[in-house]
C-alpha cells in the first residue's frame, strides 16, 4: 500500500481537529481571524504607509483592523486611498463571514447541550432513594403509592431511568399521577441493561431499586439483563425488587439477580386472584385495600407482652389493629392454628391504619356470645363455569381453578382466540370443553346459555391491545348484565381488565369483582419497595396452599339484625379456625372507592350486618 502523502497526512490531521467539536471549530475561527486581522495589518502598513502611520503603526493598524472585523459597519467612516479603504472593507467583509460562523456555531453548540440536558443524562446524586428501572403502566401505580407513603417526610425522591424521552415521561406522569407534593421525581433517559447508564442512578447509596417488566416483545429478557448489570456492579448493594411476567423465566430471573433480589411472578398473582375472586366476589377490593397505602397496611410488630399467648387468644388484643399471623425466624404463618404460641423472637403481622396506631388495648371488647352463630360450611358439589376470551395466563388460571373446585365440575370455554383450549392437560377435577364464541356478539353470548352457570369469568384477550381489549371486555360485560336482566338469571360475573380508569366505566355493568391486573401488581411492587420483609406474607396470601381472603356471607358467623361489636364477629371466626379482618356491606359493593370494604375496624365499633352482608376471614379453602 502506498504511502500518505503530506497533503493527505495534513487533511486527516484537519479532519481530526474538526471533529471534537464546537470547542475545536472556536479554535479554528480564532486562528482563521487572527490571520486576516495580521495580514491585512501587515498589507496596509506595506501598500498604505500615510494611513498606517496616522494609526500609529503596526499596533495601531492591528487594532484598528480588529475592530473592522468586530464592527463591520466602521468602514462607512473610513478616509483615504482606495488600497486602504479596499484593505479595510476586506477585514469588515472577513469579520461578517467569521463572526456570523461564530455565532451559527454557538448556537448549534448551546442547542446540542440544551438536548443533552432533555434528554437526562445527567447523574442523580441523591441518596436513599427509590430507583425505578424500566417504564409501563405500573410506574404510575408506584409513584401514586410511594408518594402517599412519604407524604408526611421531606425531601423524598424517586429517580426513574428507561429508554424513553425524558420529556415525554415527565410529561406523562404529571398528567397521570398528578400533584407529587413534597416527593420529587427525577427522569433519566438511558438503558437499565447497561452498566455505564445504571450507574446515573447513584442505586449504591439508594433505598431499594424497582425493576419494571416493559412493554413489547419478550419483556422478561430485559428484566433478566437488568438484574444481572445490578448484581455484577461493584459497590454496596441495595433491596431488589423485579416482575416477572411469565413463571416460566423465575429460575432464570432468581439466578440472574441473586438471593437478594425478590421476584413478583406477576403471571401467577395475577391469575391466583382472578380465580380467587371467582370464587368469593370481592376478593380483589380486599387484596387493593392491603396492598395500597391509603387505609389499612400490613406491618409487623414484635410485642413482648404476647410472648406465650396462643394466637387465638391474642385476636383482641389489639383496640385499633387486625391480627393476621405470626413472622417466625424461619417463616411466615397467616393464621396459624388458635393454640399456636407466640414466641418471645416472634413478630406480630397486623393490619393497621398507620404504625403510630398500634397500640394494645386497656381492656378486652365485649363479645355478645348470644349473636354468634355456628354453621357448618357446606359440603363441596360439582360447580359449573364458563370462562369468556383467553390470553397467555388463561392455561395457570384453569389449573388453579381445578384445585378448588370439587371432581366432576365443568368448564366451558367460549372465545376466538386461536390458543383457545391448549396447554390444558392433567385436570383432576374439570371436565373441560371449548366452544368458537364472539364474546361481544349478543346472539352468540345467549346461545351459550350463561344461566346454567354459578360463574361467569371474562378475561382480557390478549390480542389486541390494552385499551381495545378493555372495550371488548366492557361490551361483554354489559351483554351479560343486559341478559340477566332480560332473563331473570342470576351468576356471579368476574372480569379481567388492565387500565384502572377503566373500572369507573365497568361499574355501570355491576360486576360481582374487577380484577385490574396491572395495578395489582403496581401495589406489590410499591408495597415490596418500602418494605421487603412483607414479601413472604403476600406470597403467603395469593398462595393457594395456605389461608386465603375469604368475604362470606354474615349470616353464617352473626345473627343478622344483632347490634354487636366487631370484637364478637372476631370471636366467632376464631371458633371455625378463621381470622376475621374486616366486612362488606350489600349495599355498597357498587360504591367506589371502598365499593363496600371496610377493613380493621375499631374492635368495640357497634354494627348490624344483615343477609346481604359479608364478613371478610382468612381461612383455608
Known amino acids: 500500500m502506498a504511502r500518505a502523502t503530506r497533503q493527505e497526512r495534513l487533511k486527516y490531521w484537519f479532519d481530526n481537529t474538526m471533529s471534537k467539536g464546537t470547542v475545536a471549530l472556536i479554535g479554528w475561527l480564532a486562528a482563521v481571524s487572527t490571520a486576516v486581522i495580521v495580514l491585512v495589518s501587515v498589507l496596509t502598513i506595506w501598500l498604505t504607509p500615510r494611513e498606517a502611520a496616522d494609526n500609529n503603526g503596526l499596533g495601531g493598524m492591528l487594532w484598528s483592523t480588529l475592530m473592522h472585523t468586530l464592527s463591520p459597519g466602521k468602514v462607512a467612516g473610513d478616509e483615504g486611498t482606495p488600497a486602504y479603504l479596499a484593505l479595510m472593507l476586506t477585514a469588515s467583509l472577513g469579520g461578517l463571514i467569521i463572526f456570523s460562523t461564530l455565532v451559527g456555531l454557538l448556537a448549534n453548540g448551546l442547542k446540542t447541550k440544551i438536548e443533552d440536558l432533555r434528554k437526562g443524562r445527567s447523574r442523580v446524586v441523591e441518596q436513599g432513594h427509590t430507583v425505578i428501572l424500566g417504564w409501563s403502566d405500573q410506574v404510575f401505580t408506584i409513584i401514586s403509592e410511594?408518594?402517599?407513603?412519604?407524604?408526611?417526610?421531606?425531601?423524598?425522591?424517586?429517580?426513574?431511568?428507561?429508554?424513553?424521552?425524558?420529556?415525554?415521561?415527565?410529561?406523562?406522569?404529571?398528567?397521570?399521577?398528578?400533584?407529587?407534593?413534597?416527593?420529587?421525581?427525577?427522569?433519566?433517559?438511558?438503558?437499565?441493561?447497561?452498566?455505564?447508564?445504571?450507574?446515573?442512578?447513584?442505586?449504591?447509596?439508594?433505598?431499594?431499586?424497582?425493576?419494571?417488566?416493559?412493554?413489547?416483545?419478550?419483556?422478561?429478557?430485559?428484566?433478566?439483563?437488568?438484574?444481572?448489570?445490578?448484581?455484577?456492579?461493584?459497590?454496596?448493594?441495595?433491596?431488589?425488587?423485579?416482575?416477572?411476567?411469565?413463571?416460566?423465566?423465575?429460575?432464570?430471573?432468581?439466578?440472574?439477580?441473586?438471593?437478594?433480589?425478590?421476584?413478583?411472578?406477576?403471571?401467577?398473582?395475577?391469575?391466583?386472584?382472578?380465580?380467587?375472586?371467582?370464587?368469593?366476589?370481592?376478593?380483589?377490593?380486599?387484596?387493593?385495600?392491603?396492598?395500597?397505602?391509603?387505609?389499612?397496611?400490613?406491618?409487623?410488630?414484635?410485642?413482648?407482652?404476647?410472648?406465650?399467648?396462643?394466637?387465638?387468644?391474642?385476636?383482641?388484643?389489639?383496640?385499633?389493629?387486625?391480627?393476621?399471623?405470626?413472622?417466625?425466624?424461619?417463616?411466615?404463618?397467616?393464621?396459624?392454628?388458635?393454640?399456636?404460641?407466640?414466641?418471645?423472637?416472634?413478630?406480630?403481622?397486623?393490619?393497621?391504619?398507620?404504625?403510630?396506631?398500634?397500640?394494645?388495648?386497656?381492656?378486652?371488647?365485649?363479645?355478645?356470645?348470644?349473636?354468634?352463630?355456628?354453621?357448618?360450611?357446606?359440603?363441596p358439589r360439582p360447580e359449573r363455569t364458563l370462562l369468556l376470551n383467553w390470553n397467555v395466563r388463561a392455561p395457570q388460571i384453569v389449573r388453579q381453578m381445578d384445585g378448588y373446585v370439587a371432581p366432576g365440575s365443568v368448564l366451558d370455554i367460549a372465545a376466538t382466540h386461536p390458543d383457545a383450549g391448549s396447554g390444558l392437560h392433567g385436570m383432576?377435577?374439570?371436565?373441560?370443553?371449548?366452544?368458537?364464541?364472539?364474546?361481544?356478539?349478543?346472539?352468540?353470548?345467549?346461545?351459550?346459555?350463561?344461566?346454567?352457570?354459578?360463574?361467569?369469568?371474562?378475561?382480557?384477550?390478549?390480542?389486541?391491545?390494552?385499551?381495545?381489549?378493555?372495550?371488548?371486555?366492557?361490551?361483554?360485560?354489559?351483554?351479560?348484565?343486559?341478559?340477566?336482566?332480560?332473563?331473570?338469571?342470576?351468576?356471579?360475573?368476574?372480569?379481567?381488565?388492565?387500565?384502572?380508569?377503566?373500572?369507573?366505566?365497568?361499574?355501570?355493568?355491576?360486576?360481582?369483582?374487577?380484577?385490574?391486573?396491572?395495578?395489582?401488581?403496581?401495589?406489590?411492587?410499591?408495597?415490596?419497595?418500602?418494605?421487603?420483609?412483607?414479601?413472604?406474607?403476600?406470597?403467603?396470601?395469593?398462595?393457594?396452599?395456605?389461608?386465603?381472603?375469604?368475604?362470606?356471607?354474615?349470616?353464617?358467623?352473626?345473627?343478622p339484625g344483632a347490634e354487636i361489636e366487631f370484637a364478637t364477629v372476631i370471636e366467632s371466626a376464631r371458633r371455625r379456625g378463621e381470622t376475621a379482618i374486616g366486612y362488606r356491606r350489600g349495599d355498597k359493593v357498587n360504591e367506589a372507592p371502598a365499593y363496600g370494604v371496610i377493613l380493621n375496624p375499631d374492635k368495640s365499633r357497634k354494627i348490624i350486618l344483615g343477609e346481604d352482608d359479608y364478613v371478610i376471614v382468612l381461612a383455608v379453602h
Open 146 to 379: 410511594l408518594v402517599k407513603a412519604h407524604a408526611s417526610q421531606r425531601g423524598t425522591v424517586i429517580a426513574i431511568m428507561a429508554d424513553e424521552d425524558k420529556i415525554s415521561m415527565e410529561t406523562e406522569i404529571r398528567e397521570r399521577v398528578g400533584d407529587t407534593g413534597r416527593t420529587r421525581v427525577v427522569c433519566r433517559t438511558g438503558r437499565p441493561t447497561e452498566p455505564a447508564d445504571l450507574e446515573m442512578m447513584n442505586p449504591g447509596v439508594a433505598r431499594s431499586v424497582v425493576v419494571l417488566s416493559p412493554q413489547g416483545e419478550d419483556p422478561d429478557a430485559h428484566v433478566i439483563k437488568t438484574l444481572l448489570a445490578l448484581a455484577k456492579r461493584s459497590g454496596d448493594h441495595p433491596p431488589v425488587v423485579a416482575s416477572i411476567t411469565s413463571s416460566g423465566n423465575m429460575a432464570a430471573a432468581r439466578l440472574a439477580g441473586g438471593p437478594d433480589v425478590h421476584i413478583v411472578d406477576s403471571d401467577d398473582t395475577a391469575s391466583r386472584l382472578i380465580v380467587q375472586s371467582s370464587r368469593q366476589s370481592g376478593v380483589s377490593v380486599v387484596c387493593m385495600d392491603l396492598l395500597n397505602f391509603d387505609n389499612g397496611e400490613i406491618y409487623l410488630r414484635r410485642e413482648p407482652q404476647l410472648a406465650g399467648m396462643k394466637y387465638g387468644e391474642a385476636l383482641l388484643a389489639y383496640q385499633t389493629a387486625t391480627i393476621i399471623g405470626l413472622r417466625t425466624p424461619s417463616s411466615v404463618m397467616l393464621n396459624p392454628d388458635m393454640d399456636t404460641v407466640i414466641a418471645e423472637d416472634d413478630e406480630i403481622v397486623l393490619i393497621a391504619q398507620d404504625d403510630s396506631l398500634i397500640r394494645l388495648a386497656k381492656e378486652t371488647p365485649v363479645v355478645n356470645a348470644d349473636a354468634i352463630v355456628l354453621s357448618e360450611s357446606p359440603a
Open 428 to 559: 383432576r377435577n374439570l371436565k373441560v370443553n371449548f366452544k368458537e364464541c364472539d364474546t361481544t356478539d349478543r346472539f352468540a353470548l345467549e346461545s351459550l346459555g350463561a344461566g346454567v352457570y354459578e360463574r361467569v369469568v371474562v378475561l382480557s384477550d390478549d390480542r389486541y391491545s390494552t385499551q381495545h381489549a378493555d372495550t371488548r371486555t366492557l361490551m361483554t360485560l354489559l351483554q351479560l348484565r343486559d341478559m340477566q336482566t332480560v332473563l331473570a338469571e342470576r351468576y356471579s360475573i368476574v372480569s379481567e381488565m388492565h387500565d384502572e380508569n377503566n373500572r369507573t366505566l365497568a361499574e355501570v355493568t355491576k360486576a360481582d369483582d374487577i380484577v385490574i391486573s396491572d395495578t395489582v401488581i403496581g401495589l406489590l411492587l410499591a408495597q415490596l419497595a418500602e418494605n421487603q420483609h412483607l414479601a413472604k406474607v403476600f406470597g403467603h396470601l395469593f398462595d393457594a396452599r395456605g389461608s386465603e381472603i375469604y368475604p362470606r356471607p354474615a349470616g353464617d358467623y352473626v345473627r
